[in-house]
């Protein structure tokens, strides 16, 4: 099923370049007499406008690839697997710099679209309710750029911290300019855009899929904003504020937990569901995704490589009847060990299968039992390709989307903020994860079982990464924790610890999976500064120790 926003992209390439590019382009017989002052004046063209600012979420720096991919290797939870790449300067192994082209790549993509959003937003300003369809949705074309532009600012402040604060259109280096602004300036301006975005988004019900901000995706996104800026380091309190904006999503009762389908159980099901392109519109537990589409063997590209590069490996390319997959990633033996073993979680986030050539042919094999009971970590399975519907196969390009907020982190967020807010665990915050918890056949909990708030608190935090993992930006999750926190967690991959059951949880010094924990230093708590950036933008500033 392919969304209707993907349909009108092109036209949006084409209304966005005549407002970025040079006078000489209007003049083309192709546009006529198309410019800024009569962009935007019937509903098309601001559905088009729209969609060019939701289309960078799909770029290789973003959601295509590097958030999901390198910019969040090397933690605790995933790792880059290939052996001969351990002395590669790269940003995984923590021996990077600010040349990083990967850096590059996503700062001026996440800069695009905020850049996309600054001139969408301040040409409809200027637009009549009748040129726009309405002042309803005049309202909800301002509200979805807006929180598109709360979101590429909370991707900046996850990897960068401070960083500059851009609210009108860049057309020339003159407005390049810009030091960078503290992130409590970041984040007061990606509240205000998220508080708009509340009251002008339409809600899920009148959507009909999880490709557009729906009014309940900016409240989701808005307990997020608050539970970091509650976190490290601008540890500000507002656990309330987060609390209370996950009820709302709850309390509105657009969404809930899939549940087992056809025999399989609900988590499975609904990924498989992602991976084949289909939309629940029924419980609607993915409530905001990116969307892609096609596998890059038409004129257009709409790709990104979920699935392929954070997959499960499968290396021959003559064989037409699999996929063919990189899997650069691997999910921890840290990540693996936090697993009940009736936890159905576990043997799909991480592959329970490996493929094998035999006679020319690639053959799916399931693990066994006892290699299962084996195995310490392994190639993430979250998103498997063998689901992807569009045909051929391709090697580089998968159509699978990629979600960024799904209703069980609401129901986590619940459970982490009641028991921040009321300095300990409450019975709000253990059914919230217990929803999450009986859904996936894990164990349930209660009251008794936590001394009080530090302990919860642990506990809330491995939940996370049982059910969040590669969704949840992994070094904003262990930073927002505290400083000294993320060192460690990272530090674990190469410490010969061993856990409560006496399993050994770091790898050997000798794998490049071990790599992060023997590099990451105080410097690694956010990315440095593109030097790109620096070039044009020498009043920038560098984060500190870079």
Known sequence: MINHMKKIFFIAVGLLTLT????????TEVYGNLDEHNLYRDQASCMAGLAGIYDKLGAKGTYGLNIWGDLDAGTDIMVYNREYGKKYIQLPNYNYNNTSADLEQ???????????????????????????????????????????????YMNL??????VPLRLEVVRDLSQQQLKRSPQAKIYEQIIEDLLDAEKGCRPAD????????????????????????????MEMDNWEEALNYARKVRDSKLHELYQSDKGVD????????????????????????????????????????LGLYLGIMQGVQTDQDVPFAYAWFDGSRILMKMY?????????????????LVNNKVTKTMFTEMEKLTKTDGNPGKWRAEYDPVRPWARNNSSINYPIMRYADVLLMIAESANEFSKNPTQEAIDAVNLVRERAGASKVSLGDFAGAEEFREFIREERARELCFEVPRRMELRRWGKQYYIDRIRLLSEQAKDENGSQIGYDVTSVKAVPGLNVVEKHLYFPIPQAELNTNPTCGQNPNW
């Open 20 to 27: 970025f590019s040079s006078c000489d382009f209007l003049d």
């Open 106 to 152: 996503s700062w001026k993509d996440l800069y695009e679209g905020i850049n996309r959003a600054n001139d969408y937003i301040g040409l409809l300003s200027q637009r009549t309710d009748e040129e726009c369809g309405g002042e309803t949705k005049k309202n909800m074309y301002l509200a979805e750029a807006k929180a598109l532009r709360a979101l590429y």
């Open 157 to 162: 402040v996850a990897f960068w911290g401070d």
């Open 206 to 233: 009148e959507l009909n899929a999880p490709g557009r901000i729906s009014k309940t995706t900016a409240q989701a996104l808005l307990a997020r904003t608050y539970m970091w800026r509650s976190g490290y380091p």
């Open 266 to 305: 609900g988590y499975r099901s609904m990924f498989i569901n992602m991976c084949s392109n289909k939309y629940d519109l029924n419980h609607k537990e993915s409530m905001f995704e990116v969307e892609f589409y096609g596998n890059g063997l038409d004129k257009s590209n709409e790709s990104g490589y």
């Open 340 to 356: 009940e073993n009736n936890d159905v979680r576990k043997w799909w986030n991480f592959g329970d299968y490996k493929y094998e």
